[in-house]
């Protein structure tokens, strides 16, 4: 009986410490958070004005107003009841399911990530040290921003509300022709904002240093969390079977 009961024992202490370690890269979950907001840098007669588009020679081409543009979270995206069009939701919803799988990689997907990483955090550093914050896609709504996007050369400049603090690390991703690409200008404003420099608009993904790193970012989404609930359950039913051992032993020798 004392060989029965250690062996469970034993269980139940490797089972908390696998959950232990997994749950630890489930912390506030992607797919609960919305969006980040775009900021406002002026207001005009014309609207709110949230960013310009420049030419390869830094030349204004546009300046861009708020109602220009849709930016659709993930938490949207999975919300089928939600009023997201059908090519916007399928093609986030899908690099969402392929982040997810157990198997990817940051740097399988985005491996050209990996030089700006070195370069503007740390020689010691890789993609792979990275958790995805936030996960969007920005649309558009102006013919003229779609014309002047296309233009050789031509960036699209937004900033955005992300709640980092002034001296983290942060980069981006975006998906484009049916790939990951590296954003190489993404700025941390220090004030909590960071200023991005689209070439097209597109799905995007905001990368920071993992919870190791920063406490405050919200946790990778690289793997499904249903299996902890699994782990969870299991460990319960044998903590039952401890108990149930113990209450028999004490019949048994009582």
């Avoid at 690390?169 to 004030?191: H, L, R």
């Avoid at 909590?192 to 919870?211: D, E, H, N, Q, Y």
């Amino acid at each position: 009986m004392k060989k029965v009961l250690s062996l469970v024992m034993a269980f139940v202490l490797a089972l908390t410490i696998t959950i232990s370690a997994t749950a630890a890269t489930f912390v506030p979950s992607i797919e609960n958070k919305g969006a980040p907001e775009l900021i406002i840098l002026d207001e005009t007669d014309e609207g709110f004005v949230v960013g310009y588009i420049t030419d390869k020679n830094g030349d204004k081409l546009t300046t861009e107003y708020l109602e220009c543009f849709i930016i659709t979270s993930i938490t949207e995206a999975l919300d089928k009841n939600s009023d997201v069009p059908d090519s916007i939701r399928n093609q986030l919803v899908d690099q969402y399911n392929k982040i997810c799988e157990d198997s990817t990689k940051l740097s399988e997907l985005c491996p050209e990530l990996d030089e700006i990483v070195k370069n503007k955090w740390g020689k010691d550093k890789s993609v792979d040290d990275l958790v995805i914050k936030d996960f969007f896609d920005i649309s558009g709504e102006c013919d003229e921003l779609e014309k002047h996007l296309s233009e050789d050369g031509s960036t699209l400049e937004l900033t955005f509300k992300v709640g980092v603090a002034g001296d983290t690390f942060i980069t981006a991703m975006v998906y484009v022709d049916g790939k990951w690409q590296p954003v190489v200008d993404t700025i941390n404003n220090g004030d909590g904002t960071v200023t991005v420099k689209f070439s097209k608009i597109c799905p995007v993904a905001f990368l920071v240093p993992g919870t190791g790193e920063n406490s405050s970012v919200v946790s990778p989404i690289t793997a499904d969390t249903s299996s902890v609930f699994v782990w969870s359950g299991i460990m319960v039913l044998s903590l039952v079977a401890i108990v149930a051992l113990v209450i028999y032993r004490r019949k048994v020798n009582g």
